[in-house]
């Protein structure tokens, strides 16, 4: 790997470490204030908000300038974020507001690696990234759930500036504070990201000219016979994945008796099974292999609900280690292989922005679902029930697609992937 490639991922785990340890204080924060379960369910779609409504445009930001530049005003936004929900607004805008940077952040990240890499590195290149991603999760969340705790946070609220009254009063706050030195750290390795030397393309003057351009990207990836299964597919892994960052949180408190900082030692145990699917399909999985994975999803399905049955923490973390394994195994080949249709199709950072989009706004439609479920009344149990259910659902409509695809259009598949193995001993 490039020199380079090793800046790109201490930007990336700083970054991604302060916005896992901040769900967990935003989290805290609006138990704190005793805010109904459904607004803490609804962090996750609102830091999926932006990611849909900007998607049109972010990917032509980030294909406008180098992307190291990209990636820091990026993370100056996740840090306005931090200051908006200290100093009063609800934190539900505020973490919105911190999904923007967020937003604009993602297709300079993995644009980057097609810019930087060949094609042969690819797979390697994403079982990096997010096996690294993982492990910043896994440190964001028991981090964010440490700030929060009892222990840590005294020592936090007892720092005092003489003369200055800054307002923080409560655990939440304190670890807000100090995460937002954690992003100031990711934009500082911003800074040293080198140049790639691709040409930029400048944002159009009428940016409103970007919308069908988006939509055309968009129907091309969705229309392409390899693009469209391998899209349908790691947008609804992504969007498990976000959403289990709030359920497991939900479920370990109901299950459980958890506490927001004993339960975020649980969501690391879930990063720490989808790091090891990670690394292992990095290493196993070759570019052309993703559409064989598909039928595991219906597994992450199943396991989903098989979570309502589990009361003890000892049955309860091999199994989330699973859980997350089968997610991380399934989304690297899958991912790169999005990535390089996108990338022939149309390009870095137009091809990560169709990809946000609907993976985004699949968090933000599987987070509503589950949210609205809480808001009426359901029980959590009976809401995660809810949730595998449509989870195995629509994997195994993936997969009948996927079968459909190979009887209709075989030789069309063939071509793609002889094209992706072509590229890859070329790379």
Not at 194 to 216: A, E, H, I
Not at 305 to 314: A, E, P, R, S, Y
């Given at each position: 790997?490039?020199?380079?490639?090793?800046?790109?991922?201490?930007?990336?785990?700083?970054?991604?470490?302060?916005?896992?340890?901040l769900f967990v204080a935003a989290v805290q924060l609006l138990r704190t204030s005793h805010s109904p379960e459904w607004q803490q369910a609804a962090l996750v779609p609102m830091f999926a908000l932006f990611y849909v409504v900007l998607a049109p445009f972010v990917g032509a930001f980030a294909d406008s300038m180098p992307k190291g530049r990209v990636m820091l005003i990026s993370n100056f936004i996740k840090v306005a974020g931090c200051l908006f929900m200290l100093f009063g607004t609800h934190p539900l805008l505020a973490y919105?507001?911190?999904?923007?940077?967020?937003?604009?952040?993602?297709?300079?990240?993995?644009?980057?690696?097609?810019?930087?890499?060949?094609?042969?590195?690819?797979?390697?290149?994403?079982?990096?990234?997010?096996?690294?991603?993982?492990?910043?999760?896994?440190?964001?969340?028991?981090?964010?759930?440490?700030?929060?705790?009892?222990?840590?946070?005294?020592?936090?609220?007892?720092?005092?500036?003489?003369?200055?009254?800054?307002?923080?009063?409560?655990?939440?706050?304190?670890?807000?504070?100090?995460?937002?030195?954690?992003?100031?750290?990711?934009?500082?390795?911003?800074?040293?990201?080198?140049?790639?030397?691709?040409?930029?393309?400048?944002?159009?003057?009428?940016?409103?000219?970007?919308?069908?351009?988006?939509?055309?990207?968009?129907?091309?990836?969705?229309?392409?016979?390899?693009?469209?299964?391998?899209?349908?597919?790691?947008?609804?892994?992504?969007?498990?994945?976000?959403?289990?960052?709030?359920?497991?949180?939900?479920?370990?408190?109901?299950?459980?008796?958890?506490?927001?900082?004993?339960?975020?030692?649980?969501?690391?145990?879930?990063?720490?099974?989808?790091?090891?699917?990670?690394?292992?399909?990095?290493?196993?999985?070759?570019?052309?292999?993703?559409?064989?994975?598909?039928?595991?999803?219906?597994?992450?399905?199943?396991?989903?609900?098989?979570?309502?049955?589990?009361?003890?923490?000892?049955?309860?973390?091999?199994?989330?280690?699973?859980?997350?394994?089968?997610?991380?195994?399934?989304?690297?080949?899958?991912?790169?292989?999005?990535?390089?249709?996108?990338?022939?199709?149309?390009?870095?950072?137009?091809?990560?922005?169709?990809?946000?989009?609907?993976?985004?706004?699949?968090?933000?439609?599987?987070?509503?679902?589950?949210?609205?479920?809480?808001?009426?009344?359901?029980?959590?149990?009976?809401?995660?029930?809810?949730?595998?259910?449509?989870?195995?659902?629509?994997?195994?409509?993936?997969?009948?697609?996927?079968?459909?695809?190979?009887?209709?259009?075989?030789?069309?598949?063939?071509?793609?992937?002889?094209?992706?193995?072509?590229?890859?001993?070329?790379?």
């Amino acid at each position: 790997m490039k020199r380079g490639f090793f800046t790109i991922m201490a930007a990336q785990f700083f970054s991604s470490l302060a916005d896992n340890a901040l769900f967990v204080a935003a989290v805290q924060l609006l138990r704190t204030s005793h805010s109904p379960e459904w607004q803490q369910a609804a962090l996750v779609p609102m830091f999926a908000l932006f990611y849909v409504v900007l998607a049109p445009f972010v990917g032509a930001f980030a294909d406008s300038m180098p992307k190291g530049r990209v990636m820091l005003i990026s993370n100056f936004i996740k840090v306005a974020g931090c200051l908006f929900m200290l100093f009063g607004t609800h934190p539900l805008l505020a973490y919105a507001v911190v999904g923007l940077g967020a937003a604009a952040y993602s297709p300079a990240k993995y644009g980057i690696l097609t810019e930087l890499l060949p094609a042969s590195q690819l797979v390697k290149a994403n079982g990096w990234i997010e096996g690294l991603t993982i492990g910043s999760i896994i440190l964001g969340v028991l981090l964010g759930g440490q700030l929060v705790g009892h222990h840590l946070s005294r020592y936090l609220l007892a720092i005092d500036f003489p003369g200055i009254d800054t307002g923080i009063s409560t655990p939440a706050e304190a670890a807000i504070s100090m995460l937002i030195f954690v992003y100031l750290l990711a934009a500082w390795f911003n800074t040293h990201i080198p140049l790639t030397g691709v040409l930029m393309r400048p944002m159009p003057k009428q940016l409103m000219s970007l919308l069908p351009d988006f939509w055309t990207c968009n129907s091309r990836l969705w229309r392409d016979k390899l693009g469209q299964i391998s899209l349908a597919a790691t947008t609804l892994i992504w969007g498990v994945a976000g959403n289990l960052r709030f359920i497991v949180l939900a479920w370990a408190a109901a299950a459980l008796g958890y506490t927001v900082t004993q339960a975020s030692a649980l969501q690391g145990v879930v990063a720490i099974g989808m790091a090891a699917g990670a690394v292992v399909a990095s290493m196993r999985m070759r570019l052309e292999d993703g559409p064989r994975v598909i039928t595991l999803g219906i597994l992450m399905g199943a396991l989903i609900i098989g979570l309502i049955f589990i009361t003890n923490v000892w049955v309860a973390a091999p199994f989330l280690i699973l859980l997350g394994a089968i997610g991380g195994f399934l989304v690297v080949p899958m991912n790169a292989l999005l990535q390089h249709r996108g990338h022939n199709l149309m390009g870095a950072g137009r091809s990560i922005a169709v990809q946000n989009f609907n993976e985004q706004a699949c968090i933000l439609a599987l987070g509503a679902f589950y949210s609205l479920s809480t808001g009426m009344g359901l029980h959590t149990m009976v809401a995660i029930t809810g949730f595998g259910v449509v989870i195995a659902g629509f994997m195994w409509l993936i997969r009948r697609w996927h079968a459909s695809n190979l009887v209709h259009h075989h030789e069309e598949i063939e071509h793609l992937l002889t094209i992706a193995r072509n590229d890859k001993a070329h790379g």
